[in-house]
């Protein structure tokens, strides 16, 4: 059995349209909604699964949060690369327990969530202030402090240069990335895999251009994600899908010999 929920963590709660709510558990605290309120207290304590009724009479599945539910309602500054893209960015990467990684537009954290949660450690470079806090308020909310022993965020702009080399992984959220393909060459390792994320395929033309040289196996693909409706023997794809978001652009490097 689950440990009982206790104040100070993130819950989810679902309700009976599947909609989700992401509540920080309080003292004293309550979650408002259209159907009335539900106080925190009736929530800490009580198992995972457990059902709540608000003031109203709505009802509430309160769950712990997966990291799919927490990048999609966590709290935000800049835009998030969504599960559909972390997912096979961290395939993509090799990312694992003690690989190395530059990170490059870490926003509002989700992509850091995701590596760290994976075992590796980052060298995060980020232009805004109030996004680098965010990232960090986010990786310790739902990975806790241990986390943010393998994160350092630095207000620093990749275009003109990396320090702390080597590293294994570089992954880069920015607008040209083709700006940061010649430090990287620097600091990875030989071997080592870059992964460019573009929402324009401009984007991710030019930053193949700069992929030559010493780099092999460049490519690039995007993912999309489409829902199935299944109700008995009513079986058929769902009227809506996730196509596009972004370009994943891969390439491992063979070093500057």
Partial sequence: ?????????????????????????????????????????DIVGRPEGTVVRSTKGAEYTVLRPTLEDFVVEMPRGAQVIYPKDLAPIAMLADIGPGVRVFESGVGSGALSMTVLRWGAEIVGYELREDFANRARANVRSFLGDEALERYRVELRDSYEGIDDGPFDRVLLDLPEPWRVIPHAEEVLHPGGILVAYTPSIIQAARAREALKGRWIDARTLEVLHRGWHIDGQAVRPDHRMVAHTGFLTVARYLGSR
């Fill in 1 to 41: 059995m689950s440990a009982p929920f206790r104040p100070g963590e993130r819950v989810l709660l679902l309700d009976s349209k599947r909609r989700r709510y992401l509540v920080h558990l309080t003292e004293g605290g309550e979650f408002h909604s259209h159907a009335g309120y539900v106080r925190h207290a």
